[in-house]
């Protein structure tokens, strides 16, 4: 099924914004409560960013891992009710008394369904144990920082390694097997009421990531991990010193002559859990910025060549016309735009980003394309209320121009309705415009580290009347999937 086959309507909203008993959000009760309220609206598509283990400031886009879920999503009020598990399982426990009370109570039937988990996933699931229990050993020191023995572990070794502590070992695999039970029963509950799930996918990986750690033949390391090279973007309008993201890059030479497995497992295993996936950086396919390691900023980088044909031709023999969306945002060549369109890939345009005055600006309306994803901000965006509020006067007269709307239009629904009129197949509007809140509701602002990634919204402050208006307006634009 092509799930853009229809003018769908969504919601950008990460479970760390839900609420819910958790310090960052559910994927119990009011997940659920999310999905019904989105197919009230009319909405059939819910976009979340990447699920992973974070890093220290909680950014998605800096994940521990490239498989794992962040275990701190789990909600414990809902484990009881899950077939898989004892009706009486510890909720309240840490980790290691939950799989205790796992091992003591289970059916000989719910410890093979885990048993088969393990197995199914060893690959990544093994070495994320293992790193995830290491770095609690060495008191969350960075990988490359572990004694040598540790730091070059291959698993062979495993059994020595988990002396006295095999069993925060395998509640380590346990917790990702509750994630995955209860990721697994939001996405059925989601799919049943007609509700996509998309996904994200970050291109680079963190450094400090199981992944660096045990595949360093993947990334452009030397045998010790340290980056030859490492990745960024090169100066701008924005920014003259570029942004030193400091991620390893890939190496591809290596990547092409074992059939790219390892990105093809890692989009594989994304697309079992989401309906749509979006390839974030997407242009790093074509070509990238290398930037010498070290480098003081990003002003020193080269480009060099993607393999993007090679893998996107991978992946297309290996899974068909998979489910994708390209993130095309920022520096976008011919290039970029050609290789997008070679394999039929929607790309991406922000409403915030079309008011520059040029007629010719790729995100106006009026050069929307039918296959591309229309947003009126993203989560790297401030609040379509922040962004108006901060425009001067004569920027204001051209968004009033572009799009015909009057000198006090009202903010931010006349840009919502900009979204939902785009010839663009899916509109996706962040909760926070929906809600219509100001600059403290932002989700990230990027090239800082602090106060991101925190914004929760609260269901008394979501108007009864909101659901039916949405639903109306998905309706007038024929966007009701």
């Not at 930037?291 to 893998?311: C, E, S």
Request: glycine residues 10%; hydrophobic residues 45%; charged residues 25%.
């Amino acid at each position: 099924m092509n799930p853009l086959a229809a003018r769908r309507a969504g919601v950008l909203l990460h479970p760390t914004s839900l609420p819910g008993p958790g310090a960052r959000g559910t994927l119990g009760a009011d997940a659920r409560r999310f999905v019904d309220w989105l197919a009230a609206g009319g909405f059939s598509v819910w976009q979340t960013l990447p699920l992973g283990v974070t890093d220290a400031y909680g950014s998605p886009y800096g994940l521990r891992s490239a498989y794992a879920g962040d275990p701190r999503f789990i909600d414990a009020a809902d484990l009881a009710a899950i077939d898989a598990l004892p009706a009486r399982i510890d909720a309240t426990g840490d980790r290691v008394a939950r799989y205790a009370s796992f091992t003591a109570l289970a059916t000989g039937e719910q410890q093979h369904r885990f048993a088969s988990f393990v197995r199914a996933r060893r690959r990544w699931l093994l070495p994320y144990g293992l790193f995830e229990l290491l770095g609690a050993r060495f008191g969350a020191a960075p990988w490359w920082h572990w004694p040598a023995e540790y730091r070059d572990l291959r698993l062979g070794e495993l059994r020595g390694c988990l002396a006295g502590n095999r069993t925060e070992f395998r509640a380590l695999l346990f917790e990702q097997y509750l994630f995955d039970l209860q990721w697994s029963a939001l996405k059925r509950y989601a799919n049943e009421r007609g509700v996509l799930l998309f996904g994200d996918l970050p291109f680079y990986m963190d450094r400090d990531s199981v992944d660096v750690w045990w595949e360093r033949e993947v990334f452009a390391v030397d045998e010790r991990g340290e980056p030859l090279a490492v990745a960024g973007v090169p100066p701008d309008y924005f920014n003259a010193e570029g942004q030193l993201w400091g991620n390893p890059l890939y190496d591809w030479d290596a990547l092409e002559r074992s059939g790219f497995r390892w990105w093809l497992e890692r989009i594989g295993a994304q697309l079992e859990r989401f309906d749509l996936l979006r390839i974030d950086h997407f242009r790093a396919l074509e070509s990238y910025w290398e930037i010498p390691a070290g480098a003081p900023n990003a002003k020193v980088g080269r480009w060099r060549r993607g393999r993007g044909d090679a893998l996107l031709g991978a992946l297309r023999a290996r899974s068909g016309n998979a489910p994708l969306v390209a993130e095309d945002l920022g520096l976008i060549t011919d290039e970029v735009r050609a290789l997008r369109d070679r394999y039929e890939l929607p790309g991406m345009v922000v409403l915030q980003f079309a008011f520059d005055g040029s007629p010719d600006n790729p995100h106006l309306p009026r050069h929307h394309r039918r296959n591309c994803v229309v947003y009126t901000g993203t989560h790297d965006n401030d609040t379509t209320v922040g962004w108006y509020a901060s425009l001067d006067p004569r920027t204001r007269d051209v968004v009033h121009a572009m799009l015909g709307v009057g000198p006090t239009p009202p903010v931010p629904d006349f840009l919502i309705d900009a979204a939902y009129a785009s010839t663009a197949v899916l509109a996706v509007i962040p909760m926070q415009d929906l809600l219509a809140r100001d600059s403290g509701a932002r989700m990230n602002t990027p090239g800082t580290l602090v106060g991101n990634w925190r914004w929760r919204f609260d269901w008394n402050d979501v108007p009864q009347t909101l659901a039916p208006a949405c639903r109306e307006r998905a309706a007038r634009a024929g966007r009701l999937g």
